[in-house]
T-cell receptor, first 115, second 112 residues
Framework: KAGVTQTPRYLIKTRGQQVTLSCSPI?????VSWYQQTPGQGLQFLFE???????NKGNFPGRFSGRQFSNSRSEMNVSTLELGDSALYLC??????????????FGSGTRLTVV | QKEVEQDPGPLSVPEGAIVSLNCTYS??????FMWYRQYSRKGPELLMY??SSGNKEDGRFTAQVDKSSKYISLFIRDSQPSDSATYLC????????????WGAGTKLIIKP
């Protein structure tokens, strides 16, 4: 079966711009989570959506936002980009929120570079 | 103090050795424990998922949870160069809406 698909794979943006990243979960998965991964901070949780509702939110500023559509696809948006936003952004999907049934399946991520 | 502590390594062992990877945690409310493997330039991949205490085995991998010591382990038998990756532990509890708390990851190197 198809895995979690994230687009684009690579992105270069200028400080102050905004960016939208997309995630298509595994078919049948209703939960989508977003993470930021950097060498210094490791995996940092951004938010989790389940059935179009945000269930959990991490400690990120309001510049980071997300949404989930009725087909479970999700987008995350970062406005007013800063140099420190350069990171690998990972999307993960699961059958139920919290990954309780079978854990999370991750995509390969979007590598965002802010210059 | 972080809720989940994991030695970042790197841990370098010869091919064929038994590898032991560990995480300690501070919150006794954690109930769900996971181990993920992440290769360079890829997303993490779920290896093992356990609930509460005990052992779980899957092929060359064994996950152990010791809730009394707040300690979880992942053992890899007959290690192969293809096992070289970063291994991350993660855990969650009911009262935080099951939000996963992650370790920093241990970089493992298997030398041929």
């Amino acid at each position: 079966k198809a895995g979690v698909t994230q687009t684009p794979r690579y992105l270069i943006k200028t400080r102050g711009q905004q960016v939208t990243l997309s995630c298509s979960p595994i078919s049948g998965h209703r939960s989508v989570s977003w993470y930021q991964q950097t060498p210094g901070q490791g995996l940092q949780f951004l938010f989790e959506y389940f059935s179009e509702t945000q269930r959990n939110k991490g400690n990120f500023p309001g510049r980071f936002s997300g949404r989930q559509f009725s087909n479970s696809r999700s987008e995350m948006n970062v406005s007013t980009l800063e140099l420190g936003d350069s990171a690998l952004y990972l999307c993960a999907s699961s059958l139920e929120y919290g990954g309780l049934v079978d854990g999370y399946t991750f995509g390969s991520g979007t590598r965002l570079t802010v210059v | 103090q972080k809720e989940v502590e994991q030695d970042p390594g790197p841990l370098s062992v010869p091919e064929g050795a038994i590898v032991s990877l560990n995480c300690t945690y501070s919150n006794s409310a954690f109930q769900y424990f996971m181990w993920y493997r992440q290769y360079s330039r890829k997303g993490p991949e779920l290896l093992m998922y356990t609930y509460s205490s005990g052992n779980k085995e899957d092929g060359r991998f064994t996950a152990q949870v010791d809730k009394s010591s707040k300690y979880i382990s992942l053992f890899i038998r007959d290690s192969q160069p293809s096992d070289s990756a970063t291994y991350l532990c993660a855990m969650s509890r009911i009262h935080s809406n099951y939000q996963l708390i992650w370790g920093a990851g241990t970089k493992l190197i298997i030398k041929p």
